[in-house]
């Protein structure tokens, strides 16, 4: 059973680009949760999505970030005209179904990296 | 609302000397607690679990937390320290939400550094 998947692992991009990064759960794992860490913090809670709803949304930045898990395909954190504050490691985990989330399993991440 | 406070942020010890990584919590509600290891540029993997059974949780690679309600505290602790125990550890403290998910609250980590 593979873990958790994320790609790309690594991300450059200039600013006012867009960044996508995708996270594909574990098999038969339903609920999707994105965090991001920036330098020497813990990681920070930003979407809770299952299969085509978002769920809880509190940690989103108000603008410019939106995530989406569609029925098919993995789940896509977008970042639209990224600046250099959004330099930092997201990470994608996910859960199986009838759990809440209880534990999580955690991708390897995508270190993004805005020039 | 729920908190985790890492004490230390930097651990260092001898290779065959015991590990103590210290965290404590607050939470409105009996939570889950857990501890996180991560390696450089990698992913977190789950060390262990504590979800009001025992409160002395077993994890892998030796690890092993106990769980003190009465001093809020998790702490993280291993009896022999190998090279390959150097890494991040993170304690993180998730209640039930009213929507019935659990949504996790990281502390900022501790580095264990281990001196052969």
């Known amino acids: 059973n593979a873990g958790v998947m994320q790609n790309p692992r690594h991300l450059v991009r200039r600013r006012g680009q867009e960044a996508r990064l995708r996270c594909s759960p574990m098999?038969?794992?339903?609920?999707v949760y994105w965090y991001r860490q920036l330098p020497e913090e813990g990681l920070k809670f930003m979407v809770y999505?299952?299969?085509?709803?978002?769920?809880?949304e509190s940690g989103m930045p108000k603008e410019r970030f939106s995530a989406e898990f569609p029925k098919e395909g993995p789940s896509i954190l977008r970042i639209q005209q990224v600046v250099r504050g959004d330099s930092a490691a997201y990470f994608c985990?996910?859960?199986?179904?009838?759990?809440?989330?209880?534990?999580?399993?955690f991708g390897p991440g995508t270190r993004l990296t805005v020039l | 609302a729920q908190s985790v406070t890492q004490l230390d942020s930097h651990v260092s010890v001898s290779e065959g000397t015991p590990v103590l990584l210290r965290c404590n919590y607050s939470?409105?509600?009996?939570?889950?607690l857990f501890w996180y290891v991560q390696h450089p540029n990698k992913g977190l993997q789950l060390l262990l679990k504590?979800?009001?059974?025992?409160?002395l949780v077993k994890g892998i690679n030796g690890f092993e937390a106990e769980f003190k309600k009465s001093e809020t505290s998790f702490h993280l602790t291993k009896p022999s320290a190998h090279m390959s125990d150097a890494a991040e550890y993170f304690c993180?403290?998730?209640?039930?939400?009213?929507?019935?998910?659990?949504?996790?609250?990281f502390g900022r980590g501790t580095s264990l550094i281990v001196h052969p």
């Open positions: 985990a996910s859960s199986p179904p009838g759990q809440g989330g209880d534990t999580q399993y």
């Open positions: 098999k038969g794992h339903s609920h």
């Open positions: 999505l299952q299969k085509e709803n978002i769920i809880d």
């Open positions: 939470s409105s509600y009996s939570p889950s």
């Open positions: 504590y979800t009001s059974a025992a409160t």
């Open positions: 993180v403290v998730s209640d039930r939400r009213a929507g019935g998910s659990y949504i996790p609250t």
